[in-house]
């Protein structure tokens, strides 16, 4: 989900500056390398938030709310 929203975010042109310091999670391992860069910039702009304790579930399930948050978010930024 996060690649796809930081794939439509580079289509769109929206080019929001992002820290370049990387963001270590307790699940690292479990992301995906195709989806590492779009979990760091969605996470330092806000867009996604984790599940808490510093933990992103990158092969949960999102539901419904979360990913209208999550939209909503990236709405919020790209006005």
């Known amino acids: 989900m996060a690649a796809i929203l930081y794939r439509y975010m580079a289509f769109a042109k929206n080019n929001l500056p992002v820290a370049e310091q990387h963001i270590t999670f307790t699940d690292e391992a479990k992301i995906s390398g195709y989806a590492m860069d779009a979990i760091?910039?969605?996470?330092?702009?806000?867009?996604?938030?984790?599940?808490g304790e510093n933990t992103i579930n990158p092969?949960?399930?999102?539901?419904?709310?979360q990913f209208a948050a999550m939209i909503h978010r990236m709405q919020e930024l790209v006005k």
């Open 40 to 51: 760091q910039a969605l996470f330092k702009l806000g867009i996604i938030q984790g599940v």
């Open 59 to 65: 092969k949960g399930d999102a539901t419904r709310a």
